[in-house]
């Protein structure tokens, strides 16, 4: 059996799939019994060379030529940004085909719209290399786990994050020189911001909640920090209390409330996450059957999300002639959980301030730290060189976070702290 696919988007990850479509086409129809032909191409630059054959591919600059075609049976989205992808996926479903994206800005923006047009037109809208690239961290929630209910995320899902902080960790670098390193090899992009702002793993972490949590979740509640304040310092400090400083991304279902954060999070260095290293990606699933689980691959690049287009597209050409049923429920919302805002969780916290030499310092911030009802777990306190600054770093016990903020905003208007407090979230995962 033949299953007809046309390709928008014919950049890095679209000559990946290319490729392995036409490389792997006899395995392909071995595995799955069903031949995927990829009839089309569309692209606005077809003069550069991308160094694949696109066999009897027709090749064009028209999207339209794709959409319109009543042969094709399935799109592959690879445009990228959220305006022109975003016309291609609806007028692909609405004209009656399925569509696989790894556009997860895409997803971020349009989701809950694109997957209702998905259901309204009783077509499936694909994304599995939309988060983690080339881990199948979709299939393992929607299939693998199926049965079970799902509680807590962690991931490391922004591989250009991670070796910048892999590099810190390892070399003793700055994060500037750190940063510099990774756009050398290709790991970051030469405008880096939406990597270290968080902002690309906070898109995947929406996705990941919602599908994991089937419920809508409100973006406007997800707290959102970088790495491009980290300082080696803080990575230090961390290494020497037995921590790893790690862009986690976190979402937690508790009582009926979803809660979801992306911040420069110290895990135990013992964990298994703090050993995921360099542009590697990693989820780890809490889930009341099956206990920890975790998974861990490569993010990005090519042939990791390549490989995850094509295992969509297989898929969904398996689903077609057999005749599979659409089911409406793998896009709906099943479960009405409200966003709850960040300043409501509670967490431990590690603390660094700067201040100056002063007898008694320590108790006027422990008592105010005892104020707002945070207590103290660990303190380091090192001798200033010079006229510096004298650093003090606590970590402190479970806290409700808008305590904690109140309490070091009340902090950094002493005299004697000099510069704002340095902040970050301490995660106990023992897996």
């Known amino acids: 059996m033949k299953v007809k696919a046309g390709l928008v988007g014919f950049g890095t990850i679209g000559t990946g799939v290319v490729r392995l479509l036409g490389e792997q086409d006899e395995l392909l129809s071995k595995r799955s019994g069903v031949e995927v032909a990829l009839e089309r191409i569309v692209d606005i630059d077809l003069e550069r060379g991308r160094g694949v054959n696109t066999g009897h591919a027709l090749l064009s600059s028209r999207f339209e030529d794709i959409v319109d075609d009543p042969s094709i049976d399935i799109v592959i989205e690879l445009v990228g940004g959220t305006t022109v992808a975003r016309e291609v996926v609806a007028r692909a479903l609405r004209a009656g085909k399925h569509v696989v994206t790894a556009n ?239 300043l409501d969780t509670r967490s431990r916290f590690y603390l660094r301030l700067a201040t100056e030499e002063r007898a008694g310092l320590l108790a006027v911030i422990t008592k105010i730290l005892g104020d707002h009802g945070i207590s103290i777990s660990a303190i380091i306190q090192k001798e200033a060189t010079g006229d510096q600054p004298i650093p003090i770093v606590l970590l402190t016990r479970q806290a409700l976070e808008r305590d904690l903020r109140a309490a070091v905003q009340a902090i950094n208007e002493l005299s004697f702290v000099h510069g704002p407090t340095v902040i970050l979230h301490i995660e106990d995962i023992r897996l």
């Open 104 to 342: 997860k800005a895409l997803l971020y923006e349009y989701g809950e719209e694109l997957f209702q047009l998905a259901i309204d037109r009783q077509r499936e809208l694909r994304y599995e290399a939309s988060v983690a690239g080339g881990i199948p961290i979709v299939r393992v929630i929607t299939e693998s786990l199926a049965g079970d209910r799902i509680c807590t995320i962690y991931g490391i899902v922004n591989g250009t994050t991670n070796f910048i902080l892999t590099r810190m960790i390892q070399e003793q670098w700055s994060f500037e020189a750190a940063l510099k390193r990774a756009q050398e090899l290709g790991f970051a992009e030469a405008d880096p911001t939406l990597d270290i702002d968080g902002s690309d793993a906070r898109s995947k972490l929406a996705i990941l909640a919602s599908l994991a949590f089937r419920c809508r979740i409100d973006r406007s509640r997800i707290a959102k920090e970088g790495i491009q304040r980290i300082d080696l310092t803080d990575v230090l400090y961390a290494k020497e209390l037995g921590y790893v400083v790690k862009l986690l991304a976190t979402a937690k279902e508790r009582d009926g409330e979803v809660s979801l954060r992306v911040n420069p999070t110290l895990v135990p260095e013992q964990c298994a996450l703090a050993n995921v290293s360099n542009e590697f990606n990693a989820v780890m699933l809490q889930s009341k059957f099956l206990g920890d689980s975790l998974y861990v691959g490569r993010g990005a690049g090519a042939n990791p999300t390549a490989t995850a287009v094509v295992a969509d597209v297989v898929d969904l050409a398996i689903r077609l002639v057999g005749k599979q049923a659409f089911n409406a429920n793998a896009y709906a919302p099943i479960h009405d959980y409200a966003t709850r805002s960040y």
